[in-house]
């Protein structure tokens, strides 16, 4: 599997569906075992170093944003459920009428929007933390990859 790594950074791989991947110059399997002597990087290979640089830095600009809205909505649904459970109480004190009905709907709707708050700061938070973290495992792929041709991810980036 090391060689498809490098193979698809390649300019010439060839794809068969009888054989699989093959080497567009010598026309058979690859048998290198961790360095291909005939690889040459092509445009895909600057272009998703690049892409995936260009995405770490959007979604590093976009963290401060992330963490405050995360304590904002958990904050905010925190108060709304404290409120409502409060409310929710004092709404059960009352008889079943219909005005204490009207209450406990009230509240209990307001108990619904303070854990959906909650719930979506956290999903927010997940996603963000998912995405970097995919990020920075395609970084480091390609970053190894670049390593056994002596090349590093700044110096693909500086040499478009």
């Known amino acids: 599997m090391i060689q498809a790594q ?4 390649c300019k010439f791989p060839e794809m068969d569906l009888k054989v ?7 026309h058979k399997k690859p048998k290198f075992k961790s360095r291909c002597p ?7 290979m600057t272009e998703q170093v690049t892409n995936v640089c260009h995405e770490i830095e959007k979604l590093n600009k ?12 958990n ?3 925190l108060l709304i459920l404290i409120i409502a459970y409060y409310e929710l109480k004092n709404t059960l004190k009352l008889d079943f009428s219909y005005i204490g009905y009207k209450h406990f709907n009230i ?3 307001f108990y619904f929007l303070g854990t959906t708050s909650m719930s979506l700061a956290c999903y927010k938070l997940i996603v963000f933390r998912k995405t970097k973290k995919r990020l920075e495992i395609e970084k480091h792929k390609l970053a190894s990859i670049l390593k056994t041709y002596n090349l590093s991810i700044n110096s693909v980036i500086r040499s478009q």
């Open 75 to 77: 904050a905010l649904g």
């Open 6 to 9: 490098h193979c698809n950074l």
């Open 20 to 26: 699989g991947l093959t080497c567009g110059l010598t």
């Open 107 to 109: 509240y209990y709707t």
């Open 62 to 73: 976009t963290k401060s944003y992330i963490y405050f809205n995360f304590v904002l909505l």
């Open 38 to 44: 005939d690889l040459q990087f092509s445009s895909i």
